[in-house]
């Protein structure tokens, strides 16, 4: 069983430059999350896809979009990017409408934003 | 914002029992209490999960309170390697289920 993926590890961007990170969900899951975290908080809901579309969304502005392909992995894209979105960006993916749907987190990308 | 209080940090000696408490008194009848834990910049590792009854699996139990409004996650035999910090979370089973996640309490194994 292979589990959540995500690339890069890593990645350093300047301001108002535009980014995209992406995502491979475990296998069987067919429900993207993701979550921003700032250093030292915790996680932070940015918005879920199941089946392609926009199951959810927590308090970011529009410049954060994301697409769910068939094969359930997905992107999250951030425009005019600013130094406040230098975060931890977490993917978790799930299985929904099985008999469990608990979400696994990937390993994270560390976006720098200068 | 996060519906469940936890101690900020903790201390355990390493081969003693880990036991965490969390607070969530106003959880609903519908919502499961979840716990993950993070060691330093990795993504949050699932532990357990229950609605009202006590859990258990292979990295640690979940003892819930009767009328469901705290809970405690113990580490039967913590190691060095269960330094992390540790998320209760409730989260309802129903809707974009999202996980909303509080400071945390950060357990520090000592030798």
């Known amino acids: 069983e292979t589990g959540v993926t995500q690339s890069p590890t890593h990645l350093i961007k300047t301001r108002g430059q535009q980014v995209t990170l992406r995502c491979s969900s475990q296998s069987g899951h067919n429900t993207v999350s993701w979550y921003q975290q700032a250093l030292g908080q915790g996680p932070q809901f940015i918005f879920q896809y199941y089946r392609e579309e926009e199951n959810g969304r927590g308090n970011f502005p529009p410049r954060f979009s994301g697409l769910q392909f068939p094969n359930y992995s997905s992107e999250l894209n951030v425009n005019a990017l600013e130094l406040d979105d230098s975060a931890l960006y977490l993917c978790?993916?799930?299985?929904?409408?099985?008999?469990?749907?608990?979400?696994?987190f990937g390993p994270g990308t560390r976006l720098t934003v200068l | 914002d996060a519906k469940t209080t936890q101690p900020t940090s903790m201390d355990c000696a390493e081969g003693r029992a880990a036991n965490l408490p969390c607070n969530h008194s106003t959880i609903s009848g519908n919502e499961y209490v979840y716990w993950y834990r993070q060691i330093h910049s990795q993504g949050p590792q699932y532990i357990i999960h229950g609605l009202k009854n006590n859990e258990t699996n292979e990295m640690a139990s979940l003892i819930i309170t009767e009328d469901r409004k705290s809970s405690t996650l113990i580490l039967p035999h913590a190691t060095l390697r269960d330094t992390a910090v540790y998320y209760c979370i409730v989260r309802a089973d129903w809707g974009a289920q999202k996980l909303v996640f509080g400071q945390g309490t950060r357990l520090t194994i000592n030798p």
């Open positions: 978790a993916s799930s299985l929904s409408g099985g008999s469990t749907d608990t979400q696994y």
